[in-house]
């Protein structure tokens, strides 16, 4: 930023932005200990600005500035550079930057995203109880099981290439191998690996090893996921869950027309669940009449970015995490989603050019059968190819708290005719007809998707940041848009309409729960960030001590399953209506956890509804259950 440039408005939406008063006892200036936390937050997600000399209020900021700036700059680098303060200092001289705003002298701090190798970026001595990560705009303290994944990822280059003692070619599922053999053969015919035996041909590919001190042998996770047979692979990866979903309608229908998941009905590895997903995706493409000499070239550009978007699914998954694989074929996308956060910073992933996969031997063994690239280029090239049919492009979305990538690959226009009309019917023709191409395509952007960001719109559009922010605000004055969160956690929708209520993204899709493992995303948050045991929670008019009792098994428990705390909202809601703050200091539970992980899917599944449905978003909304039958 340039010292004339700087303009807080214009980042409020771009960046994770934090504020600190930082007057110190004497107003001079002094750096807070809260700054630390910011600064953890910040380094473990997406990197953002800290600016020391604003206090931000309800609406606007106090200018309150830094009147020695020498010498908090000095307390900066001292801190960064002690052990004991902070674990990692990850900035240089162009990270702190001097600024006059509003004829204030302010610092801005720029912190960098944390490579893989730097996290967890700590506050403190102990990386479990000092690690924070940036939630829209606050700093929370990282679940445990989150900085024992950062801890893992941190020394692991690859989370595949474990030997698995006692694990043997018994193990694997002789027709997925043979399968495969047959595709390399085909590929490469003199390859000296065609006249190996099936355990030398695993060796050699990543799928088999040997201990070279104590010559213990077995198969890698890499070669027992690949071509495993389910009921080990379940032995060794408990949360394993593979499943393929296609369903025929894009806003109403609920229910798969087609599903594969592990069931035991088939073999449940890696190849097979590539083989059968790719032919379900590809089927019914309209493929151009092409012809190579005498042959027809049954390939497109979309194949092709299907195929590396499903193998980057594959590659790139964290296997020991909670959550499954999931892809999802609909008239209008095909989504992709698979646990864990991508290991480089999102910008450089869509740059191309670097490749940090999760599982190296994953991606060798399927670049050995043609599928899959290794320099970096898959991401650039399903964009490029998706962009070249002249549809939207593609989103990628990291959703820090679910630790899940999401790729949605949407096969509409920027301005789909349907929705174009649907959206003139509700606000009138003449209305959208005076509004500039940006702000129509926020408005669709919102129809389409159920909802849009300022970054979603800064990727199809060539406005300046700050013009984008003014645009969106400009929408809410109009009344034509509504707005949920703040600064670069705000979403705009369509009034009435907010993103609870629509199925808008592959992340909203209903998962069977037979499938599913016992979630953790309902862990009790830091004490700091809950509802006080007291202040929200019914008063008088309803018998508190029932409404305790119902909530008790959520309550006394910290890691109660995701069904018995849909049961319980289910039996608290039951003929009464509850606010979120309600139901948040009865289950004490984060208020944010409960909203974003059970109210808005109960809603999807017609287990709740709010009170006031025009305005599902109102600071007083309520909720009551519809249907407690599916628990009881």
């Known amino acids: 930023m340039k010292n004339d440039m700087f303009d807080i408005n214009s980042l409020r939406e771009d960046f994770y932005m934090e504020f600190k008063r930082a007057l110190g006892k004497d107003g001079q200036g002094k750096v807070p200990e809260s700054f630390w936390e910011s600064y953890s937050a910040m380094a473990n997600t997406e990197g953002g600005y800290i600016i020391l000399g604003i206090a931000e209020k309800k609406k606007g900021y106090d200018f309150v500035g830094i009147s020695n700036r020498k010498k908090v700059i000095k307390e900066l680098w001292d801190g960064l550079n002690n052990k004991q303060k902070i674990s990692n200092n990850l900035l240089v001289d162009r990270n702190i930057i001097k600024e006059t705003s509003n004829g204030v002298d302010i610092i801005v701090i720029d912190v960098p995203q944390a490579t893989r190798k730097q996290k967890p970026v700590f506050v403190g001595n ?26 893992g990822e941190q020394v692991n280059d690859t989370n595949d290439g474990t030997l698995l003692e006692g694990f043997t070619v018994e193990d694997i599922e002789e027709n997925t191998l043979k399968t495969y ?40 996770l890499a070669g027992l996921l690949m071509f495993g047979k389910l009921r080990s692979i379940l032995n060794v990866v408990p949360n394993y869950i593979l ?25 449940g590895n890696l190849y097979d669940y590539y083989r059968i997903v790719i032919k379900k995706l590809t089927e019914g493409l309209k493929v151009p009449f092409e012809l190579k000499g005498d042959t027809r070239i049954e390939d497109t550009p ?29 008239p209008d996308l095909f989504g992709f989603r698979n646990p864990g956060l991508l290991r480089i910073p999102l910008s450089i992933a869509l740059r191309g050019g670097t490749s940090d996969c999760r599982n190296r031997n994953l991606q060798k063994m399927f670049q050995l059968s043609g599928l899959g690239e290794q320099a970096g280029s898959g991401m650039p090239k399903i ?57 129509q395509l926020a408005i669709v952007l919102a129809k389409t998707d159920g909802s849009v960001t300022h970054q979603r719109l800064k990727e199809l559009s060539k406005e300046h940041p700050k013009d984008l922010s003014d645009i969106l605000h400009g929408l809410v004055e109009k009344k034509l848009l509504e707005s949920e969160g703040r600064g670069r956690g705000t979403s705009y929708y369509l009034p009435g309409r907010h993103p609870a209520g629509e199925f808008i993204s ?28 007291s202040e929200h929670l019914p008063k008088s008019s309803e018998h508190l001590e029932v409404l305790r009792s119902i909530a008790e098994p959520v309550r006394n428990s910290k890691k109660a399953p995701k069904i018995v705390v849909e049961n319980v909202i289910c039996q608290l809601c039951d003929g009464r209506y509850l606010s979120l703050k309600e139901i948040s200091a009865l289950l004490d539970r984060n208020p944010d956890s409960i909203r974003n992980h059970y109210l808005k899917p109960m809603i999807i599944e017609r287990l709740i509804e709010p009170q006031m449905k025009d305005n599902i978003n109102h600071p007083k909304q309520k909720y009551t259950s519809i249907n407690k039958k599916k628990f009881d």
């Not at 102990?126 to 950062?150: A, H, S």
Request: glycine fraction near 4%; include cysteine; hydrophobic fraction near 25%.
């Open 383 to 439: 964009y490029r190819n998706w962009k070249n049919q002249h549809w939207r492009n593609p989103l990628l979305e990291q959703r820090v708290e679910e630790n899940q990538t999401i790729m949605i690959l949407t096969m509409l226009s920027l301005f789909p005719e349907k929705k174009v009309e649907e959206i003139k019917e509700q606000i009138g023709e003449a209305v959208f007809g005076k509004l500039k191409n940006t702000e």
């Open 126 to 151: 102990n990386p479990l109880t000092g690690t924070y990560r940036r939630n829209n705009e606050g700093d929370y303290k990282c679940p445990e099981n989150i900085v024992k994944q950062m801890l």
């Open 243 to 267: 499943d393929y979903q296609e369903r025929s309608d894009s806003e109403t229908d609920k229910r798969w027309i087609d599903r594969i998941t592990t069931d035991f009905e088939w073999s």
């Open 506 to 533: 592959v992340g909203s899709i209903e998962e069977s729960s037979e499938h599913l493992p016992k979630s953790s995303e309902h862990l009790p948050k830091s004490s700091e960030h809950l509802p006080k045991s």
């Open 302 to 330: 979309v194949h092709e970015a299907l195929r590396e978007a499903l193998v980057n699914t594959i590659i790139h998954a964290d296997y020991s995490a909670q959550c499954s694989i999931l892809v999802v074929k609909r």
């Open 181 to 220: 053999r047959q595709n390399f053969s085909n590929r490469k015919p003199t390859h000296p690996f065609n006249d190996y035996s099936d355990e030398k041909f695993l060796e050699q590919i990543g799928g088999f090893s040997t201990d070279r001190k104590t010559k213990k042998q077995g198969l890698t």
